[in-house]
T-cell receptor, first 113, second 118 residues
Framework: EADIYQTPRYLVIGTGKKITLECSQT?????MYWYQQDPGMELHLIHY???????EKGDLSSESTVSRIRTEHFPLTLESARPSHTSQYLC????????????FGSGTRLTVV | AQKITQTQPGMFVQEKEAVTLDCTYD???????LFWYKQPSSGEMIFLIY??????QNATEGRYSLNFQKARKSANLVISASQLGDSAMYFC???????????????FGQGTELSVKP
């Protein structure tokens, strides 16, 4: 039973297309995050949000953008997909209490051809 | 700046034996949390165990225990009685705990791929 949902699970798309990766959570968490992960590699934070209308860039530079209009929704958009964007994208959320771990979605595996 | 290091890219263990996955960290903040996550081939991240920097005892969760050595800045994961289903990537992670209690960002190590042999 997932409390944080990512769609699509897999996406193969052509170069130059605009894409939006969806992430929604039902836990009422204020904080949400996007991580990028290449196969077998570590996770890199690319975006985060501490609440509605709050978004920040993470430690890894990314050409993607995010928005946070509703607490439960944190979509990630690529205006023009390139093969270098091929990766797995993981969405996560957390409560304000710092000893609480992140809850992750199942991820979106993006392939740009 | 905070940093997590996992020096074992891959590990093998025989079914039913115990295995230790290494993790060292670096931070200048006295207050932080340490986490271990499991990532199966399907890709999702599964939370395993948490250790706070001020916790006096090592954390345990079923077959998982965290060997926390604060002076050495290490937080090794011990899996007892390994099962075939334990085969996965394992990530150590750290979150600094700022004074404003807003919670720092979670950063990850490089991961260790564990393979359990029958």
């Amino acid at each position: 039973e997932a409390d944080i949902y990512q769609t699509p699970r897999y996406l193969v798309i052509g170069t130059g297309k605009k894409i939006t990766l969806e992430c929604s959570q039902t836990m009422g968490h204020d904080k949400m995050y996007w991580y990028q992960q290449d196969p077998g590699m570590e996770l890199h934070l690319i975006h985060y949000s501490y609440g509605v209308n709050s978004t920040e860039k993470g430690d890894l530079s990314s050409e993607s953008t995010v928005s946070r209009i509703r607490t439960e929704h944190f979509p990630l958009t690529l205006e023009s997909a390139r093969p270098s964007h091929t990766s797995q994208y993981l969405c996560a959320s957390s409560e304000f209490r710092t000893n609480y771990g992140y809850t992750f979605g199942s991820g979106t595996r993006l392939t740009v051809v | 700046a905070q940093k997590i290091t996992q020096t074992q890219p891959g590990m093998f263990v025989q079914e039913k034996e115990a295995v230790t996955l290494d993790c060292t960290y670096d931070t200048s903040d006295p207050s932080y949390g340490l986490f271990w996550y499991k990532q199966p081939s399907s890709g999702e991240m599964i939370f395993l165990i948490y250790q706070g920097s001020y916790d006096q005892q090592n954390a345990t969760e079923g077959r998982y225990s965290l060997n926390f050595q604060k002076a050495r800045k290490s937080a090794n994961l011990v899996i007892s009685a390994s099962q075939l289903g334990d085969s996965a990537m394992y990530f150590c992670a750290m979150r600094e705990l700022p004074a404003n209690n807003q919670g720092g960002k979670l950063i990850f190590g490089q991961g260790t791929e564990l393979s359990v042999k029958p």
